[in-house]
């Protein structure tokens, strides 16, 4: 059964930084995209940061350019969000997700999700 498992997630103050895994089972992922999201309550979950499987293309939005980065482990099956210079704004829960087909920020596009995690951040 295909199941992403998400971790690191957690609570630190404005400035820091925090890594996300994601790591995947059931098959292997190398060729697929694969995306972090994050949502907070009453808001529509956002797409943050995708890596396309073949080419290992990239994509943030704007608001996190330069600040996070997304990687992927095809050994290890695992995909990374690594978070700097975090502000209040990027609190949320992060959700990992896998897309069979190319890069794309539309949530409806990835078939198989991660529990979410945590993220917050304090003034």
């Known amino acids: 059964q295909v199941q992403l498992v998400e971790s690191g997630g957690g609570l630190v103050q404005a400035g820091g930084s925090l890594r996300l895994s994601c790591a995947a089972s059931g098959r292997t992922f190398r060729w697929y995209t694969m995306g972090w999201f994050r949502q907070t309550p009453g808001r529509e979950r956002e797409f943050v940061a995708g890596?396309?499987?073949?080419?290992?293309?990239?994509d943030y939005i704007d608001s996190v350019k330069g600040r996070f980065t997304i990687s992927r482990d095809e050994i290890w099956n695992t995909v990374y969000l690594e978070m700097n210079s975090l502000i209040p704004g990027d609190t949320a829960v992060y959700y990992c997700a896998t897309s069979a087909g190319g890069s794309s920020r539309r949530g409806e596009q990835y078939g198989c999700w991660g529990q979410g995690n945590q993220v917050t951040v304090s003034s």
């Open positions: 890596i396309s499987g073949s080419a290992g293309t990239t």
